[in-house]
C-alpha cells in the first residue's frame, strides 16, 4: 500500500541556518514526488516536484529536493533558511491507479525559523 | 486568472445541521478532492472524483457526501452523521493520465460546530 512518513513533526532552526526535512514513502509501482508548502490559513503551494530525470530536484525559495529511490526518499533542503520560511511543508505521493492518479500527502512538517 | 475556489473562507455548523463547502475550478481539471486537514495529522482524503458523474470514498467519508455533476464543481455536505466536523478542509484538483499530477489547492473553508 502506498504511504508517507514525515519523520519530524517539528523543526526549530535559527535564521540562515540550513535545513532538511525528511520525507519516505512505499509504493509499489514508479511514483512522482511533491513538496507542498502552507502558510497558516492557507492552502497548499506546490514547492517542487520529480517526476522523472535528474534525481535532484529545485523548486521555489531556494529549495530543493534530492530523490532517492534505493531509500526511498525524498527529502527537502535549503542551505540558508530565512523567518518568511516558517511554515507547514508537506510531501506527497502520487502513483498510477484506477486509469487515474492519487495522492498520499504526509502528516506534515511544522518548520520553525528562529531570528 | 485560473485557479480554485472555495467558500465560504469560515463556516459555523449547529449539532444536527447539514452544511455544504463549496468548491469550484477553472483549470479545465478532470480529478477533484477533498480532504480535511486537523491538527498534527496533515491532510485525509475524503472523497476524490477523476470524471464527471463519478466519484470514490478516500479514508474518511464516513458522515461526508459529495456531487460531480459538473466538471467544475465539486461540493462537499458534511451531514449530522459526521460527528466530529470542525476542521479545516481543503479542495484540489489535478489532471488526470498525464505525468503533470501536482494537485491546486483552494484557500480552504474553516468548519466550526457550535
Given at each position: 500500500?502506498?504511504?508517507?512518513t ?14 532538511e526535512?525528511r ?5 509499489s509501482?514508479?511514483?512522482y514526488?511533491?513538496?507542498y508548502v ?11 516536484k ?7 530536484v529545485?523548486?521555489i ?13 525524498f ?8 523567518i ?17 492518479f492519487?495522492?498520499?500527502f ?5 518548520l520553525?525559523?528562529?531570528? | ?20 463547502l463549496?468548491?469550484?475550478q ?12 486537523d ?5 485525509r482524503?475524503?472523497y476524490?472524483?477523476?470524471i464527471?458523474?463519478d466519484?470514490?470514498?478516500?479514508d474518511i ?19 449530522s452523521?459526521?460527528k ?17 499530477t501536482?494537485?491546486f ?8 460546530v457550535?
Amino acid at each position: 500500500a502506498q504511504s508517507v512518513t514525515q519523520l519530524d513533526s517539528q523543526v526549530p532552526v535559527f535564521e540562515e541556518a540550513p535545513v532538511e526535512l525528511r520525507c519516505n514513502y512505499s509504493s509499489s509501482v514508479s511514483v512522482y514526488l511533491f513538496w507542498y508548502v502552507q502558510y497558516p490559513n492557507q492552502g497548499l503551494q506546490l514547492l517542487l516536484k520529480y517526476l522523472s530525470g535528474s534525481t535532484l530536484v529545485k523548486g521555489i525559495n531556494g529549495f530543493e529536493a534530492e530523490f532517492n529511490k534505493s531509500q526511498t526518499s525524498f527529502h527537502l533542503r535549503k542551505p540558508s533558511v530565512h523567518i518568511s520560511d516558517t511554515a507547514e511543508y508537506f510531501c506527497a505521493v502520487s502513483d498510477k491507479r484506477d486509469g487515474g492518479f492519487k495522492t498520499i500527502f504526509g502528516a506534515g512538517t511544522r518548520l520553525f525559523v528562529k531570528a | 486568472d485560473g485557479g480554485i475556489t472555495q467558500s465560504p473562507k469560515y463556516l459555523f455548523r449547529k449539532e444536527g445541521q447539514n452544511v455544504t463547502l463549496s468548491c469550484e475550478q477553472n483549470l479545465n481539471h478532470d480529478a477533484m478532492y477533498w480532504y480535511r486537514q486537523d491538527p498534527g495529522q496533515g491532510l485525509r482524503l475524503i472523497y476524490y472524483s477523476q470524471i464527471v458523474n463519478d466519484f470514490q470514498k478516500g479514508d474518511i467519508a464516513e458522515g461526508y457526501s459529495v456531487s460531480r455533476e459538473k466538471k467544475e464543481s465539486f461540493p462537499l455536505t458534511v451531514t449530522s452523521a459526521q460527528k466530529n466536523p470542525t476542521a479545516f478542509y481543503l479542495c484540489a484538483s489535478s489532471n488526470t493520465g498525464g505525468l503533470n499530477t501536482e494537485a491546486f489547492f483552494g484557500q480552504g473553508t474553516r468548519l466550526t460546530v457550535v
